[in-house]
């Protein structure tokens, strides 16, 4: 696993992804939008993740990375792969 998800942000959204689904788009330098932090899960085969400034990293089954906002990242399969995309966000402080 690389960096873990810092406190005090939540789930709101996952996308699942073979490499028979991954959008082409994935495939290319990306990145979310400010206050979105991504994590990727592999259940089946192996993803590559490629990063700005980080190298690149093979996630194989039961890996996690994690990916900041806005940071420039593309993800590629390598042979069959299933895997999730898992968003999450800053939790908004309460309005009292």
Not at 18 to 31: A, G, V
Not at 44 to 68: C, E, I, N, P, Y
Request: aromatic share 6%; glycine share 8%.
């Amino acid at each position: 696993m690389t960096e873990a998800l810092p406190k005090g942000v939540v789930h709101y959204a996952t996308s699942r992804f073979t490499h028979e689904t991954l959008p082409e788009k994935l495939r290319k330098d990306h990145s979310t939008k400010a206050g979105v932090w991504g994590q990727l899960a592999v259940q089946h085969g192996q993803l590559l993740l490629s990063r700005d400034d980080k190298g690149d990293l093979v996630l194989g089954v039961g890996a996690t990375a994690v990916f900041a906002p806005q940071e420039t990242h593309s993800v590629n399969p390598i042979g069959e792969v299933e895997f999730e995309v898992r968003f999450h966000r800053q939790e908004a402080p309460d309005a009292a």
